[in-house]
């Protein structure tokens, strides 16, 4: 048994070993990538559950090597924090973000805060709100332009210089969401002191919420809590029209998902955004 465990463990270290220089691998191309265009934010619409009326976009990263088959976004951005280019990556999306939400003023589409996804290593510098800022201002948008979803594992670390910051976003008037709520290891205690105005409820509650009691479950809790903290809150991954009417049953009021809108490539939300905001 011993030896089983000794060659079990030497396969997995050689897979971890490999994974490592993979990702290693894939952060040498992002610079070369981003530079060639090869890299573009999706939009993903949000509504309310009632009206279905649309409340924001989510931007999301895509990567599509020419050729080569897309690369999933948490492996680019897990890659990009390794190397320390998710300065830069980051810094990238916050400007193309204000880039398209200016295009979309300019053509006199209607403009919902477009949410973006912050990683936990943009905060270390201690200068994320002045580079929001910056960009904001090159495109004369106000600052609820935009919304950052920050996961929970941020309030593991550096916390009271997060929360500085946070506080400096809220009142450059940009929202801040709590993304894949439920799914970290932190404890509910920094809720108090967050300032925090959406709750995102993990895909992987709202999928099965249906077939599985505990999801549901977890699902109705986030709702109230959320609601008790003065928050909104937003049910992600939506896939179909039974797990909307239970959403709604439990008082959650709003949605993003494959039912409603998957995530559309620049041109193709300004399309969207034509034919539905009038
Ligand atoms: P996330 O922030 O939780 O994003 C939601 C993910 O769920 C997206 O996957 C979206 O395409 C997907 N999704 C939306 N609706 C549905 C649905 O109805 N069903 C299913 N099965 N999936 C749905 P995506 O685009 O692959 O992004 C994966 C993750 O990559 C994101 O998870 C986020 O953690 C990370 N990511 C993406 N863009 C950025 C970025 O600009 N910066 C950072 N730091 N992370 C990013
Ligand atoms: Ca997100
Ligand atoms: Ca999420
Ligand atoms: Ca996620």
């Given at each position: 048994a011993k030896r089983c465990g000794r060659a079990t463990y030497r396969i997995f270290d050689s897979l971890r070993r490999a994974a490592e220089l993979n990702t290693l691998l894939l952060a040498d191309r992002i610079p070369d990538a981003l530079a060639a265009g090869e890299i573009q934010l999706y939009y993903q619409p949000q509504f309310t559950?009632?009206?279905?009326?649309l409340i924001g976009m989510e931007a999301l990263l895509r990567w599509m090597p020419p050729g080569g088959a897309p690369i999933a976004p948490d492996q680019l951005v897990l890659a990009a924090e390794q190397t320390g280019f998710i300065a830069e990556l980051g810094e990238w999306v916050i400007h193309e973000a204000c880039r398209q939400i200016s295009q979309w003023r300019n053509q006199g589409l209607e403009t919902v805060p477009v949410a973006i996804n912050v990683s936990?290593?943009?905060?270390?510098?201690?200068e994320l709100t002045q580079i929001i800022t910056k960009h904001l201002e090159h495109f004369r948008?106000?600052?609820?332009s935009l919304e950052i979803e920050i996961t929970e594992t941020i309030a593991l670390d550096n916390t009271e210089g997060i929360l500085r910051e946070l506080h400096e976003l809220r009142q450059a008037g940009l929202g801040v969401a709590i993304d894949d709520?439920?799914?970290?290891?932190?404890?509910?205690?920094y809720l108090r002191y967050f300032p925090i105005n959406r709750i995102k409820i993990d895909r992987t509650f709202v999928n099965g919420c249906l077939e599985f009691r505990e999801n549901a479950a977890i699902c109705k809790t986030i709702v109230s809590l959320a609601h008790n903290l003065g928050c909104q809150v937003i049910a992600e991954g939506v896939e179909t029209d039974e797990q909307l009417d239970f959403l709604l049953q439990q008082g959650c009021e709003e949605v993003q998902g494959y039912l409603l809108a998957k995530p559309l490539p620049a041109e193709a939300a300004s399309e969207w955004l034509k034919e539905h905001c009038h």
């Open positions: 559950i009632g009206d279905r009326r936990g290593v943009q905060f270390l510098r201690g948008l106000p600052g609820r709520f439920g799914t970290g290891f932190s404890s509910l205690s």
